[in-house]
């Protein structure tokens, strides 16, 4: 496993990470959750990731159970605020009072006295920025997180963000944490350019495309049984990405993949890892043995032949409208 910086801070995060989202606490027992982080933990990966909303709430718990007894120095560990987590109508958003109240809810249940990331879920359209960036400010100042960071704002957003830190003397925020793969490409035109003006690090969430990059969804036929797709919870998110244009179109990535010697989901992960703005790429796991294969995408180098041959083959199905990246706004 090799280590990249988080933007410009000081803090070195695994360039695989491992993400709990979905999977811990709803979709996998208990049992093959604890296997996969520690199958995580065996392979090198000392960056974990996950959301107080994820599950509701059973996520942060589980992982905090599956990391007990670890060396806490030798791990970064992410969550993030925004979605409800509540029935109130202040258990949501980046209002000062649901900042404040759902970092401690998180650190209990990760059972740890800090996260060294705390990230915006997404952009609040309804809480003043000051606000939040306060709040934020003073989590830090408590100790209660180290870094800042967001997930999925757009550039404009960040931007203002981080001049509202630098006008109010506020550490800057190091991190977004968006979507990327090789077919959702939307933050390459405007929120990877101002990150890296910025110094914000990218901490890329789904590089498989939700599985679907693993060619294991074929066109004109139904998903395999267990998989993403078949999952009441989960299902909807592999919806736009499997038509038969985008699963012929990956099927064609089979042979480049074996070219590399990797396999279909080492390919996606290496990809996205080609981009020096990404610090890290998020995995999950439903089974040990599919953190063991991923991880092996780390380290590995592309070279501008078989990337050039990626861009051929996808060709239109790749998503690049940076207007993509949207946060919920309720005044709309």
């Excluded at 306060?134 to 931007?159: N, T």
């Excluded at 139904?222 to 999952?231: I, K, N, V």
Aim: net charge negative; hydrophobic share 40%.
């Amino acid at each position: 496993m090799q280590h990249r910086r988080l933007g410009r801070s000081g803090l070195k995060v695994s360039e695989i990470s491992y993400g709990n989202w979905i999977t811990h606490g709803s979709q996998v027992e208990e049992d093959a959750a604890l296997a996969c982080v520690n199958a995580a933990l065996e392979v090198g990966i000392t960056t974990f990731d996950t959301a107080d909303v994820y599950a509701g709430t059973k996520a942060e718990s589980v992982l905090g159970k599956a990391l007990a007894g670890q060396r806490r120095e030798g791990l970064e560990i992410f969550t993030k605020v925004y979605w409800p987590t509540g029935p109130g109508v202040n258990d949501r958003g980046l209002s000062r009072k649901h900042i404040l109240e759902s970092i401690n809810g998180s650190l209990r249940r990760l059972g740890t006295d800090y996260v060294d990331l705390y990230q915006a879920h997404r952009y609040d359209h309804e809480t003043p920025l000051e606000e939040t960036m306060r709040a934020f400010e003073d989590v830090v100042r408590s100790g209660k997180a180290l870094y800042v960071g967001v997930s999925e704002w757009d550039a404009e957003q960040i931007r203002r963000a981080v001049e509202i830190a630098d006008q109010m003397g506020f550490d800057r925020l190091v991190s977004n944490q968006p979507q990327y793969s090789m077919l959702w490409r939307v933050i390459e035109a405007e929120v990877v350019p101002t990150s890296q003006e910025l110094g914000l690090g990218q901490v890329v969430w789904s590089p498989i495309a939700q599985g679907v990059l693993t060619g294991k969804y074929l066109p004109g036929q139904p998903a395999p049984e267990g998989s993403r797709a078949t999952d009441p919870t989960s299902g909807h998110f592999t919806e736009r990405l499997r038509t038969d244009e985008i699963l012929t179109r990956v099927q064609k990535l089979k042979p480049l993949a074996e070219q590399a010697g990797l396999s279909m989901a080492q390919l996606a992960v290496a990809w996205v890892l080609q981009n020096d703005n990404v610090s890290s790429a998020i995995i999950g796991a439903s089974r040990p043995e599919q953190v063991v294969e991923n991880v092996r995408a780390a380290g590995v180098v592309l070279e501008p032949e078989l990337l050039d041959a990626i861009d051929i083959v996808l060709g239109d199905v790749v998503q690049t409208d940076p207007r993509l990246t949207v946060s919920p706004n309720p005044r709309a």
